[in-house]
């Protein structure tokens, strides 16, 4: 089988650091107008005493922090202190069943303990750290410290479904979220609404028609939207046989997916449309234009959890994907139109502009994966800009051989004209395991970064990142 990612088994042996520090070691400039910090969580650490993890969603996980001011750029790392981490810590090797890999030990012999290592948030004065399952982890914005466990005052338990995805109202404040009760006699869908200032103002549970793992979910200004793809779990396999949670995953695609909307404001179900037998990991944006809702997405043939393992040999067989536009007529519940866009390459961890979340937003940009559909194990190494309203994805950064890129790319704007600014992602030189953040001109990605910043310290490639003005 060909290799298409070159040493990228020392990926996930980079030495696990922490650290705070300015940046001084910058090839070419960072725009003077930036004044924000950008937020980034991933796993980062994959080996304990001789142990090694199998699955990239493994590792615990470390949030990053990027504050630029003043043209200058300070950067701390840090491992959150979850239950996992610093149990495994005082142990000296790992204990908790995690993704992939099989060890004993559940949370409450429930579910799995969460390594917190999909996003991190700002809400209310806090930082969350918020991993696939289990509740947000409480950090210190400045100091990255770990406070404990977030339960909304202690609205959420232990045991409470609260996905890694919550979505924000950058307007309101307010905070959504989901969570999956996966018990196979009546899987619910929990959808959460929460204030600006840590109080749950509702949550609704919805009876779903099978286990399904859902990742994400898209936020518009009147609805909550679900791709509901039949990936199911079984949680007798996970609690009883002994199952990681990904053996414990089947996908069943003859069973169909559906479009699951539901109102912001009341939480009843509005529309469940058949969308056909695909799977959205990520969703992109939604917005409302002349009556219609309008979802923008990364829709995959088929799941791709089971490309993240087994270390180091990822995305072995991946499967194509592509960004799609949805327009839903709600009043006769149907999809009125689907536009695919010209990219195949395994598309993930999209984004727009900030000030166009939840409107109509034509500019994207994600990750995608040059070598989809040759066999062999790749990663991340192309950096895509698209156009929703041009059907267009033609500006694309190649990254060199044996250099990856990590984390969801984010746009940091100018404060003072939202349409200017930079995109900002993980730079990894896999065989030197050096690392440093990429900021590239977002309508011209195709050039290259028009600035480099190198981190003394390296961070294994990350999951998602956001970005808040100071
Ligand atoms: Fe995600």
């Not at 518009?220 to 793809?229: C, G, Q």
């Not at 900021?439 to 961070?459: E, I, K, N, S, T």
Request: hydrophobic share 35%; net charge negative.
């Amino acid at each position: 089988m060909q290799d298409h990612a070159p040493f990228l088994e020392r990926v996930f042996q980079i030495p696990p650091s922490e650290g705070s520090y300015d940046i001084e070691d910058v090839t070419g400039t960072i725009p003077p107008y930036l004044r924000g910090t950008y937020y980034l969580n991933g796993p980062c650490l994959f080996r304990r005493d001789g142990q090694a993890y199998r699955h990239w969603l493994d590792g615990d996980g470390m949030v990053t922090t990027l504050r630029f001011e003043n043209g200058t750029v300070h950067n701390a790392h840090r491992f959150v202190r979850s239950t996992k981490y610093v149990e495994e810590s005082t142990a000296g090797h790992f204990v908790y069943r995690t993704f992939g890999t099989g060890f004993e030990k559940l949370k409450r012999g429930l579910g799995l303990e969460s390594p917190v290592n999909v996003s991190a948030y700002p809400y209310d004065g806090k930082l969350l750290a918020f991993g696939e399952q289990g509740l947000p982890w409480e950090l210190d914005p400045d100091t990255l410290e770990t406070s404990g466990e977030f339960n909304l005052g202690g609205r959420l338990t232990p045991i409470t479904p609260f996905s890694a995805h919550p979505k924000f109202d950058f307007e309101t404040g307010e905070m959504f979220n989901f969570g999956i009760a996966y018990a196979a006699a009546e899987p619910v869908l929990n959808v959460y609404h929460c204030d600006g200032h840590g109080n749950l103002k509702s949550r609704h549970r919805h009876k779903l028609g099978y286990p399904c793992s859902v990742h994400d979910f898209g936020l518009s200004p009147s609805y909550t939207i679900f791709y509901l793809s039949p990936y199911l779990l079984d949680m007798n396999e996970l609690m009883r046989q002994g199952k990681t949670l990904q053996d414990a995953l089947h996908w069943t695609p003859e069973r169909g997916s559906t479009l699951f909307i539901a109102s912001r404001k009341s939480g009843e179900a509005v529309a469940s449309i058949p969308i056909g037998n695909k799977y959205s990991l990520h969703l992109v944006n939604c917005f409302e234009e002349g009556g219609k809702l309008v979802v923008d997405m990364l829709e995959l043939d088929r799941p791709v959890y089971d490309q993240y393992q087994i270390i180091p040999d990822l995305f072995t067989d991946v499967s194509e994907g592509y960004p799609a536009r949805l327009v839903i007529d709600l009043d006769k519940k149907e999809i009125e139109s689907r536009t695919e866009l010209p990219y195949r390459l395994s598309p993930d961890f999209a984004s727009v502009r900030p000030d166009l979340w939840m409107k109509p937003a034509p500019d994207f940009w994600l990750l995608g994966i040059s070598a989809t559909g040759k066999p062999g194990r790749k990663f991340f190494d192309q950096l895509v800009h698209g156009n929703f309203d041009r059907t267009s994805v033609d500006d694309i950064y190649q990254a060199p051989p044996a250099t990856y890129l990590g984390g969801e790319p984010v746009f940091l704007p100018n404060p003072s004209n939202p349409a200017e600014g930079v995109v900002i992602c993980q730079i990894i030189d896999a065989e030197k395991q050096e690392t440093a953040f990429g900021l590239f001109d977002p309508y011209r990605v195709a050039a290259g970064p028009v600035a480099v910043l190198r981190q003394h310290a390296p961070v294994a490639p990350c999951f998602h990142s956001t970005y808040r003005l100071n």
